[in-house]
């Protein structure tokens, strides 16, 4: 459990600093751009994977609902509410995705429903609130979805095909794309130096990296317990924010961390009676290959 923790405490938190690189993309072209993005990711987790599984047609629907919602329609939906809602706002909303995934799960425990409660609580205090026009507030729920998609989407699948395996189909997936739409919408553009560095650092430590650890931690923990270190993005984000001098450390931020601190602790106790839902394997499987045989971990 405690390595399962980790992987997800440090996805979530690289994620949550990663804010300040998507914004050198800001005027770059969404859909080519995150095609470049994914295909260099999938070039890195292929050269990791000692060997990567087919997936059968089961796998197959899953796959593309974790990246047409999870992956492109997320970022998509990401920056159309902010178009029309304030980024306290859109987070404020999203903060709501830990509770989701913690009612949509098929072992709903009470210590997973209440830290979820008490990370969205602490996600609100971090991001400030923030009012909304016109279609923000819809924009900002389908934002959400998308997020509570990414996890839920890949639950089963991560059990079949291993860590590595879906992180990498779904890249795959996603290049191919986001090529072909973006050709259509967009466009295609060279990025210039500044471009391609932040295209480079979202496609290995955020992508690559990000998303092996993430379904690592589902895979452990199950997609509820899990859900909880999502309050861990905006509090990332909020020490790298402080740490580029772009913003203050007040109060009320304090307090947010310490309340999103708290949800963590307790979403994350272990339930009195536990058995194995659609989120969780058993501790000794083979992540890499989707094995439910005991056998070494293989970690991203």
């Given amino acids: 459990m405690k390595l399962g923790v980790a992987a997800g405490a440090a996805a979530a938190s690289i994620v949550g ?3 300040p690189v998507t914004g050198m993309l800001e005027g770059y072209p969404v859909l080519t751009g995150q095609a470049m993005r994914y295909a260099l990711a999938a070039a890195v987790l292929l050269l990791v994977a ?7 047609w089961r796998d197959v629907p899953p796959l593309l609902g974790v990246v047409v919602s999870g992956m492109l329609g997320f970022n998509a939906l990401l920056i159309a509410a902010q178009q029309y809602a304030e980024p306290g706002f859109v987070a404020a909303v999203m903060g709501g995705s830990p509770v989701v995934l913690a009612l949509l799960s098929r072992q709903r425990t009470a210590s997973a429903l209440v830290g979820a409660a008490v990370v969205a ?3 609100v205090l971090l991001s400030g ?3 909304w026009h016109g279609p923000g507030l819809v924009l900002a729920l389908l934002t959400m979805v998308g997020e509570v998609c990414f996890t839920l989407f890949a639950v089963g699948v991560v059990r079949r095909l291993g860590v590595l395996g879906v992180a990498t189909w779904t890249c795959i997936i996603a290049t191919v794309i986001g090529a072909v739409l973006g050709t259509f919408v967009g466009g295609w553009q060279v990025p210039d130096t500044r471009q391609a560095s932040a295209l480079v650092l979202l496609a290995v430590v955020v992508t690559a990296v990000a998303f092996g650890l993430w ?4 895979n452990r923990l ?5 859900g909880v270190l999502i309050g861990l993005m905006p509090v990332a984000g909020l020490a790298t924010s402080v740490l580029l001098g772009v913003q203050e450390l007040t109060l009320v931020s304090v307090i947010g961390v310490t309340t999103v601190a708290l949800g963590c602790v307790i979403g ?5 009676h536990h058995t194995h839902d659609s989120g969780r394997v058993p501790p000794k499987s083979t992540l890499a290959a989707g094995s439910d045989s005991p056998a070494q971990v293989v970690v991203p």
């Fill in 215 to 218: 379904y690592f931690a589902v």
């Fill in 50 to 56: 000692r060997r990567l599984p087919m997936p059968s």
């Fill in 17 to 19: 600093a990663s804010v």
């Fill in 268 to 272: 994350l106790r272990r339930a009195t």
């Fill in 121 to 123: 609580a602490g996600i």
């Fill in 222 to 226: 199950g997609s509820d317990r899990a």
């Fill in 129 to 131: 609130g923030g009012s």
